[in-house]
């Protein structure tokens, strides 16, 4: 439809604002309270405007247009009012310098000078600095409300609400906020997000990085290197510091929104104890030597390695931290100057299962899916994740759906933050996945909801399927999972009839002794009702760091060479042999458990590690450590001293992600660019220089001139990225893999017309109990996954501010159990497995069910993973960290006081 604007003729859909269709068309209505987040309020009046025909001055941002209207937003008295309105602000703000910026700005356009109103209509002179990351000065409020609108809204917390009435209106988080005062943003469910901060239009609420540090002077865009989400920031510098993270509008992912690590958690990156020197160890001392002599020992050490032992003796564990391109440098420094494939990334301890899972039933890995079908998606399926705590802004996506109406369903044994909002809860014993899967589809075929002419023209061995779940009735499911028949039943009836249902699923599904069989029988389901290769569907793995996609893509597996291909495929050795002088060795690797096994058989001589604390986080510590204690030469390369890096011969510093340039690939296959914002400390090396320096010293040079470089070779032998340049990466969107060729758009959606396998295969997969079930001596069941606040290891999330939100691991515990076992609050608790032990504060829970304890990793000292075992799924190798059995055993200590803790469940 069209309307006129100041005499200019508009176009505009149905549907639009005023304020809207104007803005499309470049015409520019002041405005303090609108924000495209945001649904249209009409607070703040700025853009009030005439319409002809019509009386009054209704604000632009709320009107809606109609055909042939004709709208003034810069008459004379639009701007006698406007004008007026400023002066009313400006009279409850303070003076002088601390005018709002905007308000100063739009004084001025309007030619304002004197403020006719004076006291005491002044704000009340309210501060709250109990947040950690920003403060809240009401003086510079006008009350628009648009951060208690950004919570509700965005994020979906609904941390914030306006207090009072006229002149002492404002907006309070927390607190008894109801009867009077709030207790500050501290005391409130505020998640630290920071979307009120970013909508805030006078900067009453402000980061106090930027109170300390000034302003930024300019902006650097960038990728979060946190998690799979892959959120797009603005990286905001002052004299070659950065001062502020801000979440960028057009951020594929994130779309102008954040979480508490990727908005306030990157200041480890000035932490003191930042390593800035090559540390090589000499006795129990750590000596400080040079660059150039740590990149000859570590070329010495595995050049002697190599010739005395061979190349087995040799095997590198890459960073799903680090970029693409420092990643594929490991993987050709170890097939082109080791000649093995003994090269490996977390995702082995994180989503392998998903890998082998997919690629045997789909024939390819990766999401099928875009986070922007989360949108789209009648039906919203979540399988072990957590998604509002380890992948926020994903979380806070699937919270808005849910809240717009869209089912959503929960199979999570513990009562996470959706689990709560859903629309059924299936909460299954830890470990039970396949069964309560082969049990939903017992339901949908019995009740002839399959999806037949997908079945038929898409897929086979549904018969072998058929014959598996015919003997999974909801009966036998209910009495293996504990979920009860009829949510069992009325699940698979949602997923089902929805009309396009999206599985999302995360490490409650892979980390299992029978991981792959889980997320088979997921993909079964897909393809019984049809719900795959269409938008809103699909399969979709919430990858967990920031590069683990991209670190197997191009090539960190011992099983497979960049782009998943075979090692031993011909035409991909003639391709390698040319492109970079030597042969692709053909036999498999060593995958990290292995290298385990080898290092204390005494066949594994070095290792080297890049940004990957395993003596913290991997399973069964006691093995790890004195694995790693049994090498002859042990290279971290880290950004901390981490507690591998405790018990390294060498320590590498890294440069962090917003000191280097290069690509991360998120969770919907995205690869996206990190560029340099600031220098790296001391002249540290970025991790693909040092490999390429080794390299060199170990007679075969590599030579690039930038990460570019790098990934043009990686285009060239790897066919899913042969359309992949930064030239092409050099805009907002990036590029979804697979990119076949340089005209190539991307792939949002995988699998469309067919499979990689050409049809796609049921497997059929039998209910097998986990590794350990309870018994006299370890009756409960411990859970261990992640909460918001910490990232995994903690070496970076443990040195910002986030320390004073939560400072501790904690035991969660049902109130039934620590009723029975007699422990209170903060009491600390001995847990006990057949590995060993470690202690830790309980606290009382509705997150866990009876006979159930959960806890996470993040700090070294709970010594958490001593208590896991080896037990892994068979084929990936990932471990069965989701279920382990213990008993607690309360420290009676009574001469020191239980210490003071900092603990914040999101509920
Ligand atoms: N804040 C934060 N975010 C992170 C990380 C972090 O450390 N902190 N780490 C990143 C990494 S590396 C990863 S891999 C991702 C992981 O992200 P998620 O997969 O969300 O991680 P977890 O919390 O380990 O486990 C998810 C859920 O699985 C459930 N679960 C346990 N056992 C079972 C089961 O048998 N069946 C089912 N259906 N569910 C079960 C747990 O109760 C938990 O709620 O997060 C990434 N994001
Ligand atoms: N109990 C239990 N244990 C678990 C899990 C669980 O659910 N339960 N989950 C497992 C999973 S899924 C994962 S992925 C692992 C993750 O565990 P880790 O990978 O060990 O943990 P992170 O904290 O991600 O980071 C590892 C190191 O990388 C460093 N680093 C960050 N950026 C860079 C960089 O650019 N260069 C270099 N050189 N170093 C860098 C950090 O300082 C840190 O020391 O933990 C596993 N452990
Ligand atoms: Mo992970």
């Known amino acids: 439809m069209k309307l006129e604007i100041n005499g200019r003729s508009v176009e505009a859909s149905p549907g639009d604002t005023i304020y809207v269709a104007a803005k499309r068309a470049g015409i520019a209505i002041p405005a303090l309270c609108t924000s495209d987040h945001l649904a249209p309020f009409g607070s703040c009046r700025m853009c009030l405007c005439e319409v002809d025909g019509q009386h009054g001055t209704p604000a632009s941002c709320t009107t809606p247009v109609r055909e042939g209207m004709v709208v003034h937003t810069e008459s004379e008295r639009v701007r006698r009012l406007r004008k007026h309105l400023v002066e009313l602000y400006l009279s409850e703000q303070p003076s002088g310098d601390r005018v709002p910026e905007p308000l100063h700005r739009l004084a001025h356009a309007l030619d304002l000078g004197h403020v006719r109103y004076t006291q005491p209509a002044t704000r009340v002179d309210t501060v709250d600095r109990s947040n950690p990351f920003f403060i809240f000065d009401n003086a510079v409020c006008i ?26 209106s404002r907006p309070t988080a927390g607190g008894s906020a109801l009867i009077g005062e709030s207790a500050g943003f501290a005391s409130s469910n505020c998640v630290s997000c920071g979307a009120c901060v970013k909508e805030c239009p006078t900067g009453a609420l402000i980061e106090k990085t930027v109170i300390e540090e000034g302003e930024p002077l300019h902006a650097v865009r960038t990728t979060c290197a946190y998690c799979g989400v892959g959120c797009s920031f603005e990286a905001g510098v002052r004299e070659e510091r950065v001062v502020r993270m801000v979440p960028a509008d057009d951020g594929p992912s994130n779309q102008g929104h954040a979480c508490m690590k990727g908005r306030f958690g990157w200041t480890y990156n000035y932490a003191p104890d930042r390593l800035r020197t090559p540390l090589l160890r000499q006795g129990q001392e750590w000596v400080e030597i040079s660059w150039s002599a740590a990149l000859d020992r570590i070329a010495e050490e595995w050049t002697r390695i190599k010739s005395a032992h061979g190349p087995d003796a040799l095997a590198t564990i890459s960073s799903s931290r680090g970029t693409n391109e420092e990643n594929y440098l490991f993987g050709k420094f170890m097939r082109c100057v080791i000649g093995s494939n003994h090269i490996d990334n977390c995702a082995r301890v994180c989503h392998s299962a998903t890998v082998t899972g997919m690629m045997e039933t789909l024939g390819a890995s990766a999401a099928t899916n875009s986070i922007h079908d989360l949108d789209l998606a009648k039906l919203i399926l979540v399988v072990g994740a957590n998604p509002t705590e380890s992948h926020p802004v994903l979380g806070a996506r699937i919270k808005r759906a849910a809240r717009r109406g869209v089912p959503l369903v929960v199979i999570d044994p513990r009562r996470t933050e959706l689990a709560r909002l859903a629309d059924l809860h299936l909460q299954l014993h830890p470990g039970t996945n396949v069964a309560l899967l082969n049990g939903m589809g017992h339901v949908i075929v019995k009740e002839h909801l399959t999806d037949t002419v997908f079945v038929s023209n898409r897929t086979q061995g549904f018969d072998e399927w058929l014959n598996l779940v015919a003997g999974c009735t909801p009966e036998a499911t209910s009495s293996v999972t504990g979920v009860p028949v009829h949510l069992i039943t009325e699940a698979a009836r949602l997923y089902a009839k929805s009309g396009g249902s999206m599985a999302v699923h995360g490490l409650g599904m892979t980390e299992h002794r029978w991981g792959s069989h889980g997320v088979m029988a997921l993909v079964n389901l897909a393809l019984a009702t049809g719900n795959i290769g269409k938008p809103g569907t699909g399969i979709n793995p919430l990858r967990g760091q920031n590069n683990v996609q991209g670190a197997s893509d191009v090539g960190c597996l011992p099983t497979f060479f960049a782009g998943y291909q075979p090692l031993t495929d011909s035409t991909l050795g003639a391709a390698h042999l040319a492109v970079t002088g030597r042969p692709l060795p053909t036999a498999r690797g060593m995958k990290t458990p292995d290298m385990w096994d080898a290092a204390l058989a005494g066949r594994l001589k070095t290792l080297w590690i890049i940004g990957y604390d395993v003596a913290q986080t991997d399973p069964n510590l006691k093995k790890v450590h004195a694995a790693l204690n049994s090498l002859e030469f042990l290279i971290v390369q880290d950004l901390f001293m981490s507690e591998t890096a405790k018990l390294a011969h060498l320590v590498i510093p890294g440069a962090s992600f917003l000191e280097k340039d290069g690509t991360f690939t998120n969770l919907e296959r995205r690869i996206q660019r990190i560029r340099k914002a600031v220098e790296p400390p001391n002249g540290v090396l970025p991790d693909w220089q040092v490999v390429c320096e080794v390299s060199a010293r170990m007679g075969y040079p590599m030579q690039y001139s930038h990460p570019s470089a790098i990934m043009d070779e990686i285009a060239q032998l790897a066919p899913l990225f042969a359309g992949v340049s930064y030239d092409r990466l050099d805009r907002p969107e990036g590029l979804q893999w697979p990119v076949p060729s340089t005209t190539h758009p991307g792939t949002a959606l995988m699998h469309e017309q067919s499979f990689p396998k050409g049809k796609a295969q049921f497997v059929p997969v039998e209910y097998l109990p986990p590794g350990e079930i309870p018994s006299d001596t370890y009756p409960l069941v411990l859970i261990t996954g992640r909460i918001l606040q910490h990232y995994n290891c903690g070496a970076q999330t443990r040195r910002t501010d986030i320390m004073q939100v939560v400072d501790t691991d904690v035991l969660e515990i049902h109130a039934g159990d620590a009723a029975r076992l007699d422990l209170r609050e903060g009491d600390q608790v001995r847990l006990i497995s ?74």
């Open 834 to 907: 057949a590995r060993g032990e470690a202690r830790l504060p309980v606290v009382v829970s509705d997150r866990v069910q009876p006979g159930e304890l959960f806890t996470s990793f993040h700090f070294p000292d709970t010594d958490l993973n001593v208590l896991l075992s080896s037990s892994a799924d068979e084929s990936s190798k990932c471990p069965e960290y989701k279920v382990s059995t213990v008993r607690l055993e309360k420290v009676t200590q009574t001469a020191v006081p239980a210490p003071s803790m900092h603990v914040m469940l999101i509920t």
């Open 143 to 168: 009350s628009c409300a648009r951060c208690v609108r950004a919570c509700d809204e965005i994020q979906g917390t609904h941390a914030l609400t306006m207090l009072h009435r006229g002149f002492g």
